[in-house]
């Protein structure tokens, strides 16, 4: 097998919870009293567009939030966002002690609005472990479409056979993994460490 150089997380279900997945809505609509038949029908309508990088979270929550009255504030609901944003600190510490080791250039490769992506790059404390963070609101597509992980690659300059992928949802493992990239379904911290020390041939330090 060919020497792995480049090594690309997942962010939401990986290093960290999800930002703004079904889970997280459905918490919403409990706290805030919201329809959800409603709300879940204009969320699907523009979700790809937030999450591509077409529109901010503002229009994002115009159409799916604040298009009628509401008895609770923006800044409430977006606040209520941020703080479904929680870290898997094992996880991330895997992260850190790869990118200690040397010949590894560590990316995350995911799906996220710019806002939150944002947020949750600092609220995990990852900025000084990854080198760059190919998002879909930069990419402009999503996975698990194919051309989400060409242009991933062709930004980091890795050819498949020397890359691995690390995602929690098996549609986006098999989409990475029919253009020759090596993938690791994450299923906990510890199933992680043991396959990369597997497919990398390392021990990793802890953190």
């Given at each position: 097998m060919t020497e792995i150089r480049h090594i690309f997380f997942d962010i939401g279900g990986v290093l960290g919870s999800n930002g703004w997945d079904h889970e997280q809505r459905e918490r919403a609509i409990k706290k805030f009293a919201i329809n959800p038949e409603d709300f879940e029908w204009r969320h699907k309508e523009v979700v790809a567009e937030w999450e591509e990088g077409r529109i901010t979270m503002d229009?994002?929550?115009?159409?799916?939030?604040?298009?009628?009255?509401?008895?609770?504030?923006?800044?409430?609901?977006?606040?209520?966002?941020?703080s479904q944003s929680v870290p898997d600190e094992a996880?991330?510490?895997?992260?850190?002690?790869?990118?200690?080791?040397?010949g590894y250039t560590l990316m995350t490769l995911n799906n996220?609005?710019?806002?939150?992506?944002?947020?949750?790059?600092?609220?995990?404390?990852i900025s000084q472990i990854f080198e760059a963070f190919l998002s879909s609101c930069f990419l402009g597509v999503r996975k698990p479409i194919r051309r989400f992980y060409s242009r991933g690659l062709g930004i980091a300059h890795a050819e498949p056979a020397s890359s691995v992928f690390i995602d929690d949802r098996p549609q986006n493992i098999l989409s990475a993994s029919t253009l020759g990239i090596n993938v690791v379904q994450f299923k906990s911290?510890?199933?992680?460490?043991?396959?990369?020390?597997?497919?990398?041939?390392?021990?990793?330090?802890?953190?």
């Open positions: 229009e994002y929550l115009d159409i799916s939030v604040f298009h009628t009255k509401r008895d609770f504030t923006r800044n409430a609901f977006i606040e209520f966002m941020y996880t991330i510490s895997i992260a850190r002690a790869l990118s200690r080791q040397p996220e609005a710019l806002e939150l992506n944002t947020y949750r790059i600092e609220k995990f404390g911290a510890a199933q992680l460490r043991s396959d990369l020390e597997r497919l990398l041939n390392l021990e990793i330090p802890g953190a």
